[in-house]
């Protein structure tokens, strides 16, 4: 029995894995992973992979860096954990003194949490809460975008849109108030992504003109909806929303967990249309991909409505056990590091061109609908149909194909549905995002050529349209 199998037998014994069916690995090995380096992952084998999404999207700085590593070393030797309540240390003030400086002006405050899920459930406590304290108890509900997602806990859901993940939890879900998606992959044939995302407004504006009185806050993924299938759209929408959400007093959050830290091609999505959100939430690559830690960026005039005496009960009584832990922030600030001193943002925007380039071939395949990119995010939509974008049943599994010929090939590629996706770490070599390409073309031919089996064709559709 090699090594891997003896790992894997272990695991199937006692784990229950995220986002998967377990009964798939009955036919489908499991992976144990022995170490990583840089873009690389290695398995107990000897067997490499290049890890192109990024370990699900924290990973921006390979595995095993040195700078973090030694960073996370340093801190260790020095405090490794004290609560944040009534107590401090000098990680979390530096880390947010940064995010402070580099995030859109205004966002003066910052809150922790553990993971992007509570990030959001942060953001949506505040904003609730906020309006109570100034007497508006009206203003309970949320607005967001079809084919949304925002997280696995229970009010992040509520504001998600992804039936895969929310259907089966509806009877525990809030009432929202969910507005058509600017997804550009929609556009009608000829129409450009401004123009598209600028008529798609229409319903946002309809929506928060009738309803305004009640609404709490808007919830968005700016630029790309990721668990809804890598959409993209143009940032005309984040100005026109930041516009009526002042004029219809409203909260705006921008969930930028997957799409911040250089993603998008600059620091910060919100960047890109000149507005700063009522509350920017950070989490995944905020660490490197290190350690779970959420960051949610606020206003001033927010906190300032909940600075009172305790006698009042106005105070933002929201706790995690490892709030502004001393390891992850560590963690963040040599991330942080890597960014300032190496020109990150800049230095990606030649690796952004050439994942440009080294997939563009595939916008002629008989069965890709679209080829689409932001930034250091590229989406390959596989379809039935090129003519009428016809997707192919999930029942089919096409994007399972695609993972496991990569995985023969060397490459960590795990598709949402039919989309196959490059989110890899921007340690990247331009030869190594020409392998990607060489191996997603290899897979997705034989993807759309092969034949189903019907025991593939029985599978749950849970599969490869996970969050990270």
């Known amino acids: ?15 229950w894995h995220p986002c998967t069916q377990m009964k798939d690995h009955e036919q489908l090995p499991l992976i144990p992973i022995r170490r990583g380096d840089g873009v690389w992952l290695e398995d107990f084998d000897g067997k490499r992979y290049l890890d192109a999404v990024s370990s699900w999207w924290v990973n921006v700085f390979g595995h095993a860096n040195p700078r973090i590593n030694q960073r996370i070393k340093d801190q260790l030797d020095q405090l490794e954990h004290v609560m944040l309540a009534g107590f401090s240390h000098q990680p979390v003030v530096e880390l947010s003194e940064r995010l402070v400086r580099i995030t859109p002006p205004g966002l003066d405050r910052v809150f922790y949490t553990d993971n992007g899920s509570t990030g959001i459930e942060v953001a949506l406590k505040m904003s609730f809460h906020y309006w109570r304290n100034i007497g508006q108890l009206n203003k309970q509900r949320f607005v967001t975008l079809t084919n949304s997602y925002h997280g696995e806990t229970v009010a992040a859901m509520s504001v998600g ?16 108030f969910k507005v058509p998606s600017p997804d550009c992959y929609a556009r009608p044939e000829g129409m450009g992504w401004e123009e598209h995302s600028r008529n798609m407004f229409a319903h946002m504006e309809q929506t928060l003109a009738e309803h305004h009185g009640e609404i709490a ?7 790309i909806q990721g668990a809804g299938g890598m959409r993209m759209y143009h940032p005309i929408y984040l100005s026109l929303l930041r516009d009526a959400c002042d ?3 409203v909260h705006l959050i921008h969930d ?11 620091m910060f999505a919100c960047e890109q249309a000149g507005v700063t959100p009522d509350f920017l939430c950070l989490s995944k690559a905020l ?3 290190y350690l779970p830690m959420a960051a949610v960026l606020t206003t001033d005039k927010l906190y300032q409505a909940f600075y009172d005496d305790y006698s009042t009960l ?9 709030t502004g832990n001393p390891l992850a922030c560590a963690a963040a600030l040599a991330t942080l590091d890597i960014f300032e001193q190496d020109g990150i943002i800049e230095a990606n925007k030649a690796l952004a061109a050439r994942m440009e380039t080294a997939t563009a071939h595939l916008r002629d395949h008989p069965n890709v609908a679209e080829v689409r990119q932001t930034g250091m995010a590229v989406a390959i939509e596989m379809v039935q ?5 016809t997707p192919y049943p999930w029942q089919e599994r096409r994007g399972l194909k695609v993972y496991q010929h990569a995985l023969h090939r060397g490459a960590l590629l795990r598709p949402l549905g039919s989309v196959v996706y490059f989110l890899p770490p921007y340690t990247i070599t331009e030869e190594q995002i020409d392998f990607l390409a060489d191996v997603a073309t290899e897979g997705i031919d034989i993807a759309t050529r092969a034949a189903v089996s019907v025991a593939v064709a029985q599978g749950a559709p849970s599969e490869f349209r996970d969050p990270g």
Not at 217 to 223: K, N, R, Y
Not at 257 to 264: K, L, S, Y
């Open 1 to 15: 029995m090699s090594l891997n199998d003896s790992w894997m037998q272990r695991d199937l014994s006692v784990l």
């Open 161 to 176: 849109d992804v039936a895969l993940f929310t259907d089966t939890y509806k009877p525990l879900l809030l009432d929202t």
């Open 217 to 223: 806050a808007v919830i968005v993924e700016p630029l």
């Open 247 to 249: 004029r219809y007093d």
């Open 256 to 266: 930028e967990i997957a799409v911040g830290f250089g993603r998008t091609g600059t």
């Open 287 to 289: 660490t490197g991909g």
């Open 314 to 322: 106005r105070a933002f009584l929201h706790s995690h056990t490892y």
């Open 385 to 389: 149909d090129k003519a009428s974008k």
